[in-house]
């Protein structure tokens, strides 16, 4: 089992930015593929970031692309999300998820997942 536990959302102006955290216990990430998912109020949660095993590999949602990079210290069990020139419409709960191998972008596919920190960013 894998604990995952989301910190740093807050409220930010448009063109801020933030920097979230996951930090696991129970077993090493270092076997796993670690992601970012996103859930807006009314709608599905969706795919925002992942990262491989070793970090070599990453992989962004067209929408946050050139603006937002994760990132692993497999050392400090903790997988982080540097988000800048965020937008109104990136306002929602950000979820750190695991998975066992390769990335993916599907929600089903992940195994664990923390209980979400939330983002607010204002026009």
């Known amino acids: 089992q894998v604990q995952l536990v989301e910190s740093g959302g807050g409220l930010v102006q448009a063109g801020g930015s933030l920097r979230l955290s996951c930090a696991a216990s129970?077993?090493?990430?270092?076997?796993?593929?670690m992601a970012w998912f996103r859930q807006a109020p009314g709608k599905e949660r969706e795919f925002v970031a992942a990262?491989?095993?070793?970090?070599?590999?990453?992989l962004n949602a067209d929408s946050v692309k050139g603006r937002f990079t994760i990132s692993r210290d497999n050392a400090k069990n903790t997988v982080y999300l540097q988000m800048n020139s965020l937008k109104p419409e990136g306002t929602a709960v950000y979820y750190c998820?695991?998975?066992?191998?390769?990335?993916?972008?599907?929600?089903?596919?992940?195994?664990?997942w923390g209980q979400g920190t939330q983002v607010t960013v204002s026009s």
């Open positions: 998820a695991a998975r066992v191998k390769r990335i993916a972008t599907m929600v089903a596919t992940y195994d664990y």
């Open positions: 129970g077993r090493t990430i270092s076997g796993y593929a």
């Open positions: 990262i491989s095993l070793s970090g070599g590999s990453t």
